[in-house]
């Protein structure tokens, strides 16, 4: 075979050769892209099913909610995971990691000037709205966040947010409480810390340092700050050393008793997103510092069964099929067990104290609170907590307006920024801010 020969020879092998290996890639390449695909799909899939919960259709923005509710229980699962591996506590760690992406150093305006304070020995921001012309004082509005006993921060953007726009809308003096949280405290040292603040800002002194009206302030705050919030009222209405009395309280989806977990409301939303009913009786073991073991007993009501004697005295100030209409009744029955567990009342007596469950308190208790403002939202295991105490309260004559919405979920009004911007949220703020403007 001559050379030129062989040299056509050769490159006929590599042409050959060079084609083999492309459709050798060829064919990997699309098996690859096969399987990315059949990957993909499955991601999808999975993300799909863990993302999506069947809600009311009444719900707004149901998939908005579904995508936070997933945030949520994902955030929740790694620090439980953290908390397993007793590396650290869950809600400190869960703490952490809200501080770390959304706590605000305060950031004055031209309108708003925001400074922290200590108000014997409690932290507190204030906000302060720009003087105006011909304006001696001005009104003012004392908010306690939510999370739980246990979460957020008067300094995180939703409720920096939250204040500086009651701040501008009501041209008030807004005084957010950093309480102590679960696990650093436990009941009742929110609740001393919630007093404590308040009572120091009441002080003629002080009210005159913000040029505060002492005959116009309110107190108010969300879920378990609406809690603190009732408590506090309570307390200073009982209190004659405090001469500057609370005009107005605000709660917004307030948590106010802890000795019925079946009412309707909890019934209806079990499984609600953001609040799920074992969830909140979590939230009450952790800030009694109880022992979980209890939760299912709790869930089944065990712990305020007939037998249980301290629970007897209680008993009739929450007796929902008489305090809720019957729209809310809906078809729902109680869940009174016969025979329970006596031993968590004894190891959490807590769970009966009026300063914890201000929905418990007496009659004459009831009569000297101020004029309240609270709202509900159909979709929250709250829902009934907020209706029942407004109802004790119009019983004893205290004026009441109760602000309800059909189509809101727990928690919904701090979500107006991005990129938990909700239409509920918008809608809950501006009718809370609107009652403060009309009546504070």
């Known amino acids: 075979m001559g050379a030129t020969t062989l040299q056509q020879t050769c490159k006929e092998a590599e042409k050959t050769c060079s084609g083999v290996c492309a459709c050798t890639q060829q064919r990997r390449h699309r098996s690859n892209m096969k399987s990315a695909f059949v990957l993909l799909t499955a991601l999808v899939a999975l993300t799909a099913y863990y993302v999506y919960l069947p809600l009311p259709s009444t719900v707004s923005d149901p998939w908005k909610l579904m995508l936070l509710d997933a945030t949520f229980r994902a955030t929740q699962q790694m620090c439980n995971l953290v908390h397993c591996l007793r590396l650290s506590h869950h809600l400190r760690v869960l703490n952490y990691v809200i501080g770390t992406f959304d706590k605000l150093e305060p950031s004055s305006s031209e309108h708003i000037k925001i400074t922290d304070a200590l108000f014997d020995g409690v932290e507190v921001r204030v906000f302060e709205p720009s003087p ?161 073991d209890f939760a299912s007993s709790m869930l089944i009501n065990n712990h305020t069964s007939l037998d249980v004697s301290q629970a007897v005295y209680f008993r009739g100030r929450l007796n929902w099929t008489s305090l809720l209409p019957s729209t809310f009744k809906k078809n729902y029955k109680p869940v009174i067990q016969p025979t329970g567990k006596a031993e968590i009342i004894q190891e959490i007596p807590a769970l009966l104290d009026i300063r914890a469950a201000p929905l418990l308190a007496e009659k004459e208790i009831f009569q000297l609170q101020p004029k309240t403002y609270i709202l509900t939202c159909e979709n929250d295991v709250l829902r009934d907590d907020g209706i029942m105490y407004a109802k004790r309260l119009e019983s004893t004559g205290v004026e009441v307006t109760l602000d309800h919405f059909d189509d809101c979920f727990h928690g919904c009004m701090i979500f107006t920024i991005w990129p938990t911007n909700f239409s509920s949220g918008h809608r809950t703020r501006d009718s809370y801010i609107k009652w403060l403007a009309e009546n504070l």
């Open 132 to 292: 105006k012309q011909d304006e001696t004082l001005k009104r003012s509005v004392v908010y306690i966040h939510g999370g739980g006993w246990a979460l957020a921060s008067a300094r995180t953007s939703f409720y920096n947010n939250l204040c500086r726009i009651m701040a501008e809308s009501l041209n008030a003096v807004i005084v957010s409480i950093e309480y102590r949280l679960v696990p650093e405290v436990h009941f009742p040292e929110q609740f001393h810390d919630t007093l404590r603040a308040t009572k120091y800002f009441l002080r003629s002194d002080i009210l005159a340092k913000y040029s505060v009206d002492p005959g116009r302030i309110a107190i108010s705050g969300d879920s378990a700050g609406g809690n603190l919030a009732a408590a506090v009222c309570q307390q200073l209405s009982l209190d004659d050393s405090v001469t500057n009395k609370l005009k107005l309280q605000a709660l917004i989806y307030p948590v106010l008793q802890a000795l019925d977990f079946n009412t309707p409301s909890y019934q209806q939303n079990t499984d609600m997103p953001v609040l799920p009913r074992f969830v909140m009786v979590k939230f009450w073991i952790d800030y009694f510092n109880g022992n979980y």
